[in-house]
């Protein structure tokens, strides 16, 4: 039985594969793990952008003892985004989920230009490529993939420069169709092309995320691209100027990616997509209501992706990380502090909130907590003056530890502003105790985790801190920090090439 299944596995596509092991009774094999049939693709050239090829010795193991789980993913609304400096999308709302439910925190770590994610991959700079994968033969020989999460079909699209809509792709005879080169998109192309159908190929940098095709595509720069149809139908939206043609594929299966050497994360992740996403006993897909939410806020009511696009939104905040990015500035100049560490801390605390309110009465943006202010309730839920408290507090801090390298004195001065002085103080005490540098970061955070049991908080100065919250708030604002960097470098590379963020110029234009 099994060697018939492989050989099914061989000659037909991924679903109706599924399918036929589902109706034959054993489909239980595969809802929790995709490895034990992973069809052999030896005989397939390896053309993808790959240097290392030996992954790291890294499993979910490995990533609990460290806390965080990296995301490999690119710049844009079907995977990640910033909507007014809050994370969000597809990928990342559906990986967060995981997460939290694991007890992880979230780092995203955005492909840059020239770099391959399958090398960040296997560098263990990442843990998993989350960024609307389809499985193909060609990938599996890099990476393994998670069990499905959605099914897509690949269709032409073609600009209304071209002043018809196509109805076969051999209408498109003479019109170049511009895709990667390591696209699943390619892949198809060239087996079309292969059974003859007249196909143009023009292959384009490697790091133009979709979206950025798509826009080229409607002022006419590109004649023709392939998408996946959702997204298209969520570009379609807020871009003019597209034509939707001809389907080239149908019911791609969208999977994650991990390293061959990480079985459990794998087992893992299957289990948590296998509540999402499974097929009935007809092979029809049955998602979670969950997910039905989020693939209907990103790829097809577009409220929020057309509220990002809006010119009422952008104005002359276009480009920026938060819409209080203009005011940060200031402020920030103002202590001399650094502009995007201040906006991280101000998503950590409030998601740039100005009426929100803590547990522990911490108010506003900055989450500043009253009875350490001068400043009056009332005037702390307006936002320059509680920004600008807050930036007080931090540069009191970072004054503090002065003496340290601009690293830990972040580190240090962020725990303060979430602990208090005292507790870091504590820990500090404690990691001399054990013969550790207590100007390292690293030293202090383990003691702050030892702060939460008795035999060591009982003879702290201050007591009992729940060490926890405070070393995960330090290394998601320090991550988020750098994330935000990424971003920034990114749009500035966009814009000089005369597109804006996600690979978009701006709405307002004709």
């Not at 597209?242 to 992740?269: C, F, H, M």
Request: aromatic share 12%.
């Amino acid at each position: 039985m099994k060697s018939a299944i492989k050989m099914l596995f061989e000659k037909l596509n991924f679903v109706w594969a599924f399918r036929f092991i589902l109706l034959s009774g054993i489909g239980i094999i595969f809802l929790v793990s995709c490895d034990s049939e992973t069809p052999e693709t030896s005989e397939v050239s390896v053309t993808l952008p790959v240097t290392v090829t030996e992954p790291v010795e890294k499993d979910l193991a490995e990533i609990k003892e460290s806390g965080v789980l990296r995301m490999i993913t690119s710049y844009s609304s079907g995977s990640y985004f910033l909507y007014n400096g809050i994370q969000v999308g597809f990928e990342y709302e559906l990986l967060k989920a995981f997460t939290k439910e694991n007890d992880l925190a979230l780092e995203v770590v955005i492909t840059g230009p020239n770099e391959s994610p399958y090398d960040l991959l296997n560098s263990g700079q990442g843990d998993i490529i989350a960024a609307n994968y389809t499985i193909t033969p060609e990938r599996r020989q890099i990476v393994e993939f998670t069990r499905p999460y959605n099914l897509v079909d690949q269709l032409i699209v073609v600009s209304d420069h071209l002043g018809f809509t196509p109805e076969s792709i051999t209408e498109l005879e003479g019109v170049p169709i511009s895709v990667r080169r390591n696209s699943s998109y390619y892949v198809r192309l060239m087996e079309l092309k292969e059974d003859g159908f007249p196909i143009t190929i023009n292959v384009i940098p490697e790091d133009m995320d979709t979206e950025s095709v798509l826009f080229l595509v409607a002022d006419g720069t590109y004649e023709a691209t392939v998408a996946d149809n959702n997204i298209y139908s969520a570009a379609d939206r807020y871009i003019n100027g597209l034509v939707k043609g001809p389907l080239i594929a149908e019911s791609d299966t969208i999977a994650w990616a991990v390293r061959k050497n990480a079985p459990d994360l794998e087992y893992q992740l299957n289990k948590f997509l296998y509540k999402h996403f499974r097929f009935d006993e007809n092979g029809v897909p049955k998602r979670s209501a969950f997910l039905n939410i989020i693939r209907k806020k990103y790829f097809e009511s577009g409220n929020q992706i057309a509220d990002y696009y809006s010119p009422s939104y952008q104005g002359t905040q276009y480009g920026t990380i938060s819409p209080y990015d203009n005011m940060i500035k200031e402020v920030a100049e103002e202590y001399n502090l650094d502009w995007v560490m201040l906006t991280a801390v101000a998503a950590q605390e409030s998601k740039f909130n100005p009426s929100s309110v803590s547990w522990a009465g911490a108010v506003g943006i900055m989450q500043v907590l009253p009875r350490f202010s001068e400043i009056s309730s009332d005037s702390l839920y307006i936002p320059e003056v509680n920004i600008r408290e807050g930036a007080k507090i931090l540069a009191s801090h970072l004054d503090h530890y002065a003496y340290m390298d601009s690293t830990n004195q972040w580190s240090f001065a962020l725990a303060a502003y979430n602990a208090g002085q005292g507790h870091v103080a504590d820990a500090r005490r404690l990691s001399i105790d054990h013969n550790d540098d207590p100007n390292q970061w690293d030293n202090v955070a383990e003691s702050l985790l030892k702060l939460m049991q008795r035999k060591y908080y009982q003879n702290a100065r201050y007591g009992f801190c729940r060490g926890i919250e405070t070393v995960r708030y330090v290394n998601e604002i320090m991550n988020r920090y750098d994330t935000y960097q990424t971003i920034l470098a990114y749009n500035e590379t966009k814009q000089s090439a005369g597109t804006g963020i996600l690979g978009l110029k701006t709405l307002s234009q004709p």
